[in-house]
Structure formats: C-alpha cells, structure tokens
Antibody, heavy 118, light 106 residues
Framework: EVQVLESGGGLVQPGNSLKLSCATS????????MYWYRQFPEKRLEWVAR??????????DYTESVKGRFTISRDDSKSSIYLQMNNLKEEDTAIYYC?????????WGQGTLVTVSS | DTVLTQSPALAVSPGERVSISCRAS??????MHWYQQKPGQQPKLLIY???NLASGVPARFSGSGSGTDFTLTIDPVEADDTATYFC?????????FGAGTKLELK
C-alpha cells in the first residue's frame, strides 16, 4: 500500500523559515519524480516545486513566485522529500501537499498547513 | 501556462446524470485527469488520461474528450458525490489544475 505523509507545517511570522517533510512508502521511490503542490484558502491548487530522479540528475524546478526562497530536496535512502521555505510571505499561506508523479498524481499525502501571519 | 477553465458550481438531484466540463487554453492531447476533493481531504484521482477509471473508483464515473475539451460524467449521482471536482493536465509543463467545480446535491 502506498503511503505519503507530510509534516512540518505550522504558524510562522513573515520573513521566517519552515521546513516541510514528506515520507513515503509502498513504491520505488528512487525512480519517482516528486512534487510539492499547495492549495490556497480559496481552494486553488498550484504547483510549487518538482524534483526528478537520480537518473535525471535530481533536477529541480520551481514556480516563479518561490524561486530563490524555497528549496526542494530528497533523500532516497529515507524515501523522503523536503521543502525548505525561507523568507515566507503571507501569500504562502496554504495547505502543502506532496505527490508522486507517474503521468498523473495517483498518490497524495493528507497535506500540512502553513500559515504565515504576524 | 495552460489555463484550465471549469464551471464554478453545479446542483443536481440524486439519481440524475451530471457532466462537468473542463476547457484547456491549449491542446493537452489526452493528458487530462480528474480528481475529487471532499472537505478536509486530499485530492483523489478519479480518471486519468481523459477516460481511464482509476483503481477503486465506481463505474458511475467516466471521462471523455481530447485536445482542449474534456468532460467528467457521473451517472447516476449519489449523495456521497458532494465534493469539488478538479481537472488537471500533464501535457504542458507546468502541470496545472482547473479552479474546481463544486457539486452540490439538491
């Protein structure tokens, strides 16, 4: 059974940092492309970051609004990905989801809520 | 980025047939997928590649379309289908979602 579990969310002040984690099991993690998506309070879903597999040199990509502030990484030995979020802004407030890409997104975690507010 | 346009909301009675549309701003081949999201839950894959039923999804759900116009059909609708339905394309990078169609039952 595939499992995806995000953690690390919370309430943080603007300008501060937070690191999200996503632990997975039940599939071959080392060959998987992994994504972070976020869902804003109005329910809009937005792609945040992507990390490809070792065979793709662990290439990363980011949506424009987080470039230079967020960093996605992975640890294949732990079947996990991470999202280091720096200089957080109020507009980053959202539920952050981790998802495995296999042509489409069949497996999602339950999400972790990030609230940026003073 | 590819913009996916969905109707914001629909209301139907149990037992009826409902079609939810999604129009892409550019062609996505058949790489359109549909998700159901209930309050407090993560998105759940219903249909992949336009017309393929995901594992464990009831046959009441079906999908059709190609290119820029796609449809998710539920027939018959049941009370448990109250949810928001999102389309998502994975043909053009970045892979975008529609804004969602909220399905309410009368």
């Amino acid at each position: 059974e595939v499992q995806v579990l995000e953690s690390g969310g919370g309430l943080v002040q603007p300008g501060n940092s937070l690191k999200l984690s996503c632990a997975t099991s039940g599939f071959t993690f080392s060959t998987a492309w992994m994504y972070w998506y976020r869902q804003f309070p109005e329910k809009r879903l937005e792609w945040v970051a992507r990390i490809k597999a070792k065979s793709n040199n662990y290439a990363t990509d980011y949506t424009e609004s987080v470039k230079g502030r967020f960093t996605i990484s992975r640890d294949d030995s732990k079947s996990s990905i991470y999202l280091q979020m720096n200089n957080l802004k109020e507009e980053d407030t959202a539920i952050y989801y981790c998802a495995r890409y296999g042509g489409w997104f069949a497996y999602w975690g339950q999400g972790t809520l990030v609230t940026v507010s003073s | 980025d590819t913009v996916l346009t969905q109707s914001p909301a629909l209301a139907v009675s149990p037992g009826e047939r409902v079609s939810i549309s999604c129009r892409a701003s550019e062609g996505v081949n058949s790489y359109m997928h549909w998700y159901q999201q209930k309050p407090g839950q993560q998105p759940k894959l219903l249909i992949y590649k336009a017309s393929n039923l995901a594992s464990g999804v009831p046959a009441r759900f079906s999908g059709s379309g190609s290119g820029t116009d796609f449809t998710l059909t539920i027939d018959p609708v049941e009370a448990d289908d109250t949810a928001t339905y999102f389309c998502q394309q994975s043909w053009n990078d970045p892979y975008t979602f529609g804004a969602g169609t909220k399905l309410e039952l009368k």
